[in-house]
């Protein structure tokens, strides 16, 4: 949809209208005029009314207006909650003792629901089971049985909100999640939860390419685990390791390490207690070579990210719906795209992104902002000048968001 601002000055130009004629016809200071349509302030109803009748828009303009309130209401909403979830996580992060109630079930749920679901619907659901929880906490509404899911409980709904907040762009707000999740795990003496913790803390560092403190998380975690220690956790945390490597240039540490993820993969006797987020498939695992090795630049790394990153395409596209995790999926996407433009196959790397560059703006989450602005970048360089192909990709990547 054309944004108000631009709508507005296709139709004053349309109608030949200086920004003074526009003024004295809608009854509006002309400088007002000129700082809404150039995007310096918000239009309101009344304003968008008077400029759509002075114009002649036939309603296209209040239409435009409509839409662009109801969605900054979304928003708005969605930043309220995300600092009302935040203010939770500081409170459960210094509480002493937890304990649960019957919120274990909504938890996992959510877990499921994550995958194929946007984050802002995820995070209102999120932080209402948690608010419960720390209500019935308050009041006393549970017994001392209950202690150690309650704990449990908060920490993966934590550990949901944590993911939440990163999809939301706000890695800040997300690393507090994750430490309540973390407090939560090693009040309960919960292993798996912890190592679960440790892989999403080294997540938001790298997310904030603070590779340093993402490896220190998953060390920490490696360190942790054990033979004992159900589910995929350490598999996760290697492949999280690898990905650290690879954004450090250590190409055959990242391959060698790759291939120990497989292995822990291979290992794993006891399945995860919670599915959904707090699973690590084999899918996500390629998932998760794919985007390593797009980084390093070592011989062969962007053509085995090529070719792990399309095996997880293929894998989740193969799965029912509920199954899916829909916005790793779309990042592979970019994945593929990214090492297909290492590769010089521009071309390859447009079709890759097509699914991407028509994504509705509610699905553009911003790890997909990030790296389809890094394909920009690589499509920058001297080499791909005078493409038309490279041109076009770029264009089109600059429209996103």
């Not at 004295?24 to 109803?45: K, M, Q």
């Not at 708005?76 to 210094?94: E, G, N, Y």
């Not at 877990?111 to 619907?121: E, M, N, Q, T």
């Not at 602005?373 to 264009?395: Q, Y």
Request: with cysteine.
């Amino acid at each position: 949809m054309t944004p108000f601002s631009d709508l507005l000055r296709q139709h004053r130009r349309a109608a030949g209208y200086s920004y003074g004629r526009l003024a004295a016809a809608a009854h509006w200071d002309r400088s007002h005029i000129a700082h809404v349509e150039a995007g310096r302030r918000l239009a309101t109803a009344e304003f968008a009314a008077a400029v759509d009748a002075a114009l002649g828009a036939g309603g296209l303009l209040v239409a435009a207006y409509q839409r662009e309130e109801i969605e900054r209401r979304a928003q708005a909403a969605t930043r309220r909650t995300l600092a009302a979830s935040l203010a939770a996580s500081r409170d459960l992060a210094a509480l002493a003792e937890l304990e649960l109630d019957d919120l274990a079930a909504g938890a996992a749920e959510t877990a499921v629901d994550y995958l194929s679901s946007p984050p802002a619907p995820m995070l209102h659901r999120a932080h209402a089971l948690r608010a419960n929880a720390l209500e019935r906490l308050r009041d006393h509404r549970h017994g001392p049985e209950q202690r150690t899911d309650l704990l449990v409980t908060a920490g993966r709904l934590s550990g949901i909100l944590a993911y939440a907040a990163l999809d939301l762009g706000d890695a800040d707000a997300a690393h507090e999640h994750a430490h309540a999740a973390g407090r939560c795990a090693q009040l309960a003496g919960d292993l798996e939860l912890l190592l679960w913790t440790r892989g999403t803390q080294s997540l938001i560092s790298r997310f904030q390419s603070d590779y340093g403190a993402a490896l220190d998380f998953v060390e920490d975690g490696i360190a942790r685990g054990g033979p004992g220690v159900p589910g995929t956790g350490m598999a996760r945390l290697l492949s999280g390791r690898a990905q650290c490597l690879a954004n450090l240039g250590d190409s055959p540490g990242a391959n060698a390490t790759l291939d120990e993820a497989e292995a822990a993969h291979d290992a794993v006797t006891r399945e995860d207690s919670l599915a959904g987020l707090f699973t690590f498939s084999p899918t996500k695992r390629m998932y998760y070579a794919g985007s390593s090795l797009i980084w390093p630049g070592g011989p062969g790394d962007a053509a085995r990210a090529e070719r792990e990153a399309s095996a997880a395409i293929r894998s989740w596209e193969a799965m029912p719906p509920a199954e899916r995790s829909l916005d790793d999926e779309r990042l592979a996407h970019i994945y593929v795209a990214t090492a297909r433009v290492q590769q010089g196959n521009v071309e390859g790397a447009a079709a890759a992104m097509a699914p991407i560059l028509t994504l509705p703006a509610e699905d553009q989450i911003s790890w997909i902002i990030k790296r389809a602005g890094r394909i920009d970048g690589l499509l920058a360089a001297p080499k791909f000048r005078g493409s038309p192909a490279a041109a076009d990709l770029r264009a089109a990547i600059t429209a996103l968001g």
